[in-house]
Structures are given as structure tokens and as C-alpha cells.
């Protein structure tokens, strides 16, 4: 299983990006999700999206971030907009998949967001 994200770069702040992640080896994936650690913090949660379509954000991004999935592609996508310094981090793609009761877990390596002027 492989999960390759892109789309990061560097953004003044009140910009946009697009970033996109694409799952192999996979299918029926159960959710997917963005998470981010910027520099110095813990990994945290940014929006998961659901194989039915259900969105959940954390309320950092709520308004502003909007998750949406391919799922014949097998990919998923976080806009960003209204971008602030305080997105800078790394964004991690995450694949979840129930299979017999059990959760597996799968991760992207990164892609870096810098909002800056």
C-alpha cells in the first residue's frame, strides 16, 4: 500500500492550495483524511472524509478547508482557502480500511504547506 500526497508549497497568507493524495494497492478504503504537525507539535487531525461522503474538520479549518474523494480513483483532495500562517506544516495523507473487525491504518509521506509573506 502506497499513499503519495502533493500539492504543497508556498502561499501568502488569504491564498489557496489544492492538495492531492493518491492510495495504491488499496481498495474499499473506509475514510480518508488530512492531518497535519507543523514544527514542533503533535500531529493533528485536519478533515476525514467518509467512502459515503460524510466530512468532518477540526474547527482550525472549518469554513475555510473542504475534503472531498475520488473513490474510483482512489484519491482524496483537501482546498484550502483563506490560508494563515498558523497552516504552515506538514500535511500527511491517511487511509483507514475495516477488514474483519480490524483498523488499518496507512500514511502518506508529506507534503510541506508554508503560508508566508
Known amino acids: 500500500v502506497q499513499l503519495q500526497a502533493f500539492g504543497g508549497g508556498l502561499v501568502q497568507p488569504g491564498g489557496s492550495l489544492r492538495l492531492s493524495c493518491t492510495a495504491s494497492g488499496i481498495f474499499s478504503i473506509n475514510v480518508m483524511g488530512w492531518y497535519r504537525q507543523a514544527p514542533g507539535k503533535q500531529r493533528e487531525l485536519v478533515a476525514t472524509?467518509?467512502?459515503?461522503?460524510?466530512?468532518d474538520y477540526s474547527s482550525s479549518v472549518k469554513g475555510r478547508f473542504t475534503i472531498s474523494r475520488d473513490n474510483a480513483k482512489n484519491m482524496v483532495y483537501l482546498q484550502m482557502n483563506s490560508l494563515k500562517p498558523e497552516d504552515t506544516a506538514v500535511y500527511y495523507c491517511n487511509a483507514e480500511k475495516i477488514r474483519s473487525g480490524l483498523t488499518y491504518d496507512y500514511w502518506g509521506q508529506g507534503t510541506l504547506v508554508t503560508v508566508s509573506s
Open positions: 472524509i467518509t467512502s459515503g461522503d460524510y466530512a
